[in-house]
């Protein structure tokens, strides 16, 4: 008795290419988790830093922006806004991520996450995608009542839009090692109001640099967050204290290092678990 053999029985069937969502829904699943952690909390995690730096738009700029002199040629309620900017932005990135990744180490619940057929860079973005997307928001609307209010144009979209692709990152990520290496509370909140704020007021926010003395303008440009501040100016009003390729070198150099940082911490699970 002879046997047939069905060459198409015992072919491997043809590879099916699942689409993009379909191959990263692990990934998707966990941006979707921490873009909803914080809109769930929209009136803290996104109203409150905006009504916050509007309050210092309307004290300093337009209540008393008309009894100081125009820096640069730019009225300074226009002045002001860049900087405000800049610091709701990273603040933000950076709040969101660090508060995020320290719970889920408290938790357990990065234990799972970790344990999942993800990959670490997939972990990484997932957990950081949270604090830059609320970041994002955050600016754009501290942007649209800045405009309201101080009549502010945006002069440089392109420098401006690259410039805040680059904080997101650089603080987002920043606010993962922050989270991944916070013992308490307490330790986040050090960060924040003694670390990140004062650099923040010390960058330029409220004044040029160039009217500083010698000495403490080459202290200003040890702040990373001066270059920051510069590189949003420049996108806003076209003008900054010092050349936007160095600003946006540095800003580059930050987000590197940072997101090195992590990688190198997700791709060892260094600290990872509590």
Known sequence: ?????????????????????EQRRGLVWLCEREIVRFLKLWMQTLLAPVISSLLF??????ALGDQIADVGGVPYKQFIVPGLVVQAVLTAAFSNNSSTLFQARSDRFLNDVLS????????????????????LLTGI???????????????????????TALVLVAFAQLGV????????????????????LPLSFLGGIFYSVERLPDAWQAVSHVNPIFYLV???????????DVSIWISLGVILALAIALSAWCAYLFRTGRRLKP
């Open 1 to 21: 008795m002879s046997t047939v053999t069905d060459s198409a029985a015992i072919e491997p069937p043809p590879a099916y290419d699942a689409p993009f969502v």
């Open 230 to 240: 510069q590189a949003f100016r420049f996108g806003f009003v076209g003008e900054a």
């Open 57 to 62: 738009i309307v004290v300093f700029g337009v």
């Open 116 to 135: 999942s057929p993800l990959r670490w860079w997939e972990v990484n973005i997932g957990l950081a995608i949270g604090g830059m997307l609320r970041g």
């Open 177 to 196: 090692i922050v989270g991944v290496y916070a013992k308490s509370w307490d330790f986040m909140a050090f960060v924040t109001s003694l670390v990140i």
């Open 141 to 163: 609307l501290l942007v649209i009542c800045a405009m309201l209010l101080t009549g502010i144009s945006i002069e440089r979209p392109l420098v401006l839009a690259l410039a």
